[in-house]
């Protein structure tokens, strides 16, 4: 069965610094892997995938992640960090139409 | 264009009734997907929908149903409902397979 590990409840970063949100998944074959953020009091919204192709991946707000096959990762990125990146991030994995959502990981970003 | 809709917001019910939810895809979306999200568990996955057949149904019991209309609009309806089923439920909707996900607000229920 497949399965997506975040292995920090929480992360604290300096405003300005890069920050890196960790996900690990467990799948036999190909994955297509996602991440989504929830912000207080909303629903989740998608800010990357990967599917295929190139394996770093850019999507919304400054954020990327890197597909790592050979280590099953797929963390998430951003090369300076906003005090309105702080939210809850999810990591995501799809596999024959069965997605798993990771445990989610809060971001707080520091002024 | 609109994103998704879900109704009610909020919800009180007491053990043993039974409560049904709406969710209205953005426009031209086929796939509906459901999670129902708790501090304990995390987000957990429902069932998913595609042109009115489910395709995917996650762990839960069969208190837990849902289905989807001609014009993508879901519903899931949970039966004799427990303390345990007190959670955010969350619709989602995608235009096809494997893209990307549009969240609605989700339908906070409460069961006392």
């Known amino acids: 069965a497949q399965s997506v590990a975040q292995p920090e409840d929480q992360v604290n970063v300096a405003e300005g610094n890069p920050l890196t949100v960790k996900c690990t998944y467990s799948?036999?074959?190909?994955?297509?892997l996602f991440w989504y953020v929830q912000y207080p009091n909303r629903g989740l919204q998608f800010l990357l995938k990967y599917i295929t192709g190139d394996n770093l991946v850019k999507g919304s707000y400054g954020f990327e992640a890197e597909f790592n096959k050979s280590q099953t990762s797929f963390h998430l990125k951003k090369p300076s960090a906003l005090v309105s990146d702080s939210a809850l991030y999810f990591c995501?994995?799809?596999?024959?139409?069965?997605?798993?959502f990771g445990a989610g990981t809060r971001l707080t970003v520091k002024p | 264009k609109a994103g998704v809709t879900q109704t009610p917001r909020y919800l009180i019910k007491t053990r043993g009734q039974q409560v049904t939810l709406s969710c209205s895809p953005i426009s031209g979306h086929r796939s509906v997907s459901w999670y129902q999200q708790t501090p304990g568990q995390g987000l957990q996955f429902l069932f998913e929908y595609f042109s009115e057949t489910q395709r995917n149904k996650g762990n839960f019991p069969g208190r837990f149903s849902g289905r989807q209309f001609s014009n993508s609009r879901s519903e899931m309806n949970v039966s004799t409902l427990e303390l345990g089923d007190s959670a955010l439920y969350l619709c989602?909707?995608?235009?096809?397979?494997?893209?990307?996900?549009?969240f609605g607000p989700g339908t906070r229920l409460t069961v006392l």
């Open positions: 995501a994995v799809d596999h024959n139409n069965d997605m798993r």
């Open positions: 989602a909707s995608s235009l096809n397979v494997y893209n990307e996900q549009f």
């Open positions: 799948v036999s074959g190909n994955p297509y």
